[in-house]
């Protein structure tokens, strides 16, 4: 068995630390979701902008999207894209999603994702994303599954500030 190089060192330390801030803004999500009931997901972060309830079904949506971008499985929650990523949030309208079925979706979601993160060798997370070909990946090197990662990570970290906003005060 080999010895381990600094190079093999550095792609286990990187991706665990992509690993652990993805579980953070999960967390910081999860914090959300335990402080407002059903009635308050549904207000807004801000006059005239999302509410709560939108944003974590567009979150479930893209994090659903995860699996086959990073060829981890299958979708789960496909019927969730024309309601929370194609439209934009319309508190007037009926949905059929209700809060507790945003909440079940969040947790599996992401407790799924969680377990595919974990499953991943350092080395796998800088192979190619399914967005790429492997011969734009050859010239893109960069274009990976930690760049995946760390872009919806980000996309997370923006939506969990905006749900803080409708937040009780006190």
């Known amino acids: 068995m080999s010895n381990p190089t600094a190079a093999d060192s550095h792609t286990a330390i990187a991706s665990q630390n992509a690993i652990t801030a993805w579980k953070q803004n999960v967390a910081e999500v999860d914090a ?6 059903d009635a ?5 972060v801000a ?3 999302n509410r709560v ?9 893209v994090h ?8 981890l499985g299958a979708r789960k929650y496909a019927a969730l894209d024309e309601e ?3 439209q934009r949030d319309n508190a ?4 059929g999603t209700t809060a507790a079925d945003l909440r079940t979706a969040w947790t599996d979601v992401n407790s799924r994702l969680a377990a595919a993160f974990d499953a991943l060798q350092p080395a796998e997370w800088f192979e190619r994303h399914d967005n790429v070909s492997p011969e734009g990946f050859a010239k893109e090197p960069q274009r990976n599954r930690l760049a ?3 872009s919806r990570t980000n996309h997370m970290a923006m939506h969990v500030g905006q749900m803080r906003l409708a937040l009780p005060r006190g």
């Open 92 to 95: 007037g309208s009926k949905s």
């Open 53 to 61: 309830y939108y944003l974590v079904g567009h979150l479930v949506a």
């Open 32 to 37: 959300v979701l335990k402080a407002l009931d």
């Open 64 to 71: 659903d999207r995860i699996f086959p971008l990073l060829r």
């Open 40 to 44: 308050g997901l549904q207000r807004t």
């Open 47 to 49: 006059a005239d902008r």
């Open 148 to 150: 995946v990662l760390l």
């Open 84 to 86: 929370f990523i194609t």
